[in-house]
């Protein structure tokens, strides 16, 4: 489960910067790394679930509480935008 609060933690970054940041100390820089963290762990679990095959969940061949915690994050974020 401690992988879900890596990802849900890089959403954020990603989602609440604006939020977060007072407008004077807003960077575009950091904003776009932010993007790029976020980018490369969802790259990390693309990878991951490939491996696993078609049909896999997050901790294997059956649906456990990791897809529990990690499924509302993921299902949320687009509509943080």
């Known amino acids: 489960m401690l992988e879900a609060e890596n990802l849900q933690k890089k959403m954020y970054d990603v989602a ?5 940041v007072p ?8 904003l776009k790394r932010n993007r790029e963290n976020l980018i490369t762990e969802l790259k990390l679990w693309d990878g991951y679930l490939e491996k696993m095959g078609k049909g896999s969940y997050l901790a294997g061949k059956n649906f456990t509480m990791a897809d529990v915690v ?4 993921i299902a949320y974020f687009p509509r943080l935008q």
């Open 70 to 73: 990690c499924f509302p994050v």
């Open 16 to 20: 609440f910067y604006e939020w977060a």
């Open 23 to 30: 407008e004077g100390e807003r960077h575009e820089s950091a």
